[in-house]
């Protein structure tokens, strides 16, 4: 069982159990919500999907209401094992992706990372994705910062957080200039067992306005570093704002661009063509204006961060619709960021985004763009992983904003974090109480 922070024991139920949520609104692949659909999850894979998977009860399972039940739908018979929970027509939503943070990042400064004591990092990091965990984030793609060793920590239980793909390191034209430096890099990020390859395209806030499309990376590399990383089975990310660096980073067959703030209705229409993914990462720029206008960060940021603000909707609004897919990415990485997605969900519905859109953008796209087309996440489907959040109200274009609209998380079929209650048998929470 993973740990959190002080050795707090996170997850509850067997692995090798049953779960059967009853009567759940649930978010379809196509991004509409079907009301009264049971899930019943075996071994933290989704088994059954339909309405009446339990009908009966006798003596056997716990159910909601306390007592013990058999129930019977579709030839499928429920046990003693099972554990029944009526979610009462509440929202059941695929566990959501963050495609872009910095979940091992410690501060906005490089320098002031890099001067933070250790121990403090480790505290700080493992705080990070328990927070990222229970805002109902269970995957994240981290775009610098994160190393293997911590994405093995995750994948052996040893700390508590969403399923974490990594890049180690942001490939910038200092590092590789030409072709063959880039390759050359590639190689060994790949001999570091890295998932993708993040590459810095564009300058950003801490450059003049008059630079911040000038590509810093020409299509020749770009392209050198697609075709080297898919010779290691990994794929290319590209921060870039917009200009020439957008078309180079399109032609070469990158999966992802990131930020994408300036652009422009040709370009949308070349990434919807190529099947290039827009990662917005709209509400960072919102923090970097309020931390220059409050003095964190230097005031020189805030006039930058407040035009990209407005600037960056239209972008979005090009992206959708041109039919460019969106994923979800938050590029958080502070502390007092860390397990806000919800605001992101609120900034894509503010630029343009239906609510169901937005969760769509958080679950399907996200996994596919993170994991690949053969992602066993992101929807609820027969064989798939079940990581889900429940929500305890309607996604309406204003839920976003609402505290404590996540109440419950599940990943690969643990209850991660919050209460089942009201909606929850008495024994079960108990159960998810005392492990907490």
Known sequence: MAMGRDGERIGSGDDGGELLLRGGVMLGADGRFVEGQDVLVRDGRISEIGRG????????????????????????TTNSSTRVIDLDGRWLVPGLVDAHAHIAWTAFDESDRETTDPHEVDRLVTDALLTTLRSGVTSVRDAGGADSQLRARLRSGAVAGPRLAISE???????????????????????????????AATGG?????????EPHLDEDTIHAAV??????????????????????AIAAGVASIEHGIFLTEAQAAAAAS????????????????????????????????????????????????AGVRIALGTDFGSPAQHGRVLEELSALVAAGLGPEEALVAATRVGAELVEGPDTDGGVFAPG????????????????????????????GGRLVSGSLDPFADADSHRNVRDRH
């Open 384 to 411: 798939r992983r079940f990581d889900a959040i429940v929500l305890g109200q309607e996604p309406s274009a204003t839920a976003f904003d609402a505290p404590g609209l996540v109440t419950a998380v599940f990943q």
């Open 227 to 248: 075709t080297e990383a898919s010779a290691h089975g990994l794929r290319v990310l590209v921060h870039a704002w917009g200009g020439p660096a957008i078309d180079h």
């Open 169 to 199: 390191r942001i490939v910038g034209r200092d590092d590789a200039s030409t072709p063959d430096a880039m390759r050359n890099v590639v190689r060994e990020l790949a001999s570091h067992g890295v998932d993708w390859i993040k590459l």
């Open 53 to 76: 998977l339990a009908r009966s009860e006798a003596s056997g399972g716990t159910s909601s209401s306390g007592s013990r039940s058999t129930s019977t739908s579709g030839g499928h």
């Open 274 to 321: 190529a099947g290039t993914v827009l990662v917005p990462t709209l509400r960072i720029y919102q923090d970097v204006a309020e931390l220059a206008s409050t003095g964190v960060l230097p005031a020189a940021l805030e006039a930058r961060a407040r035009a990209v603000v407005a600037a960056h909707p239209e972008a979005v609004r090009i992206a959708r619709d």
């Open 205 to 213: 806030l801490a450059d003049p306005g008059s630079i911040e499309l």
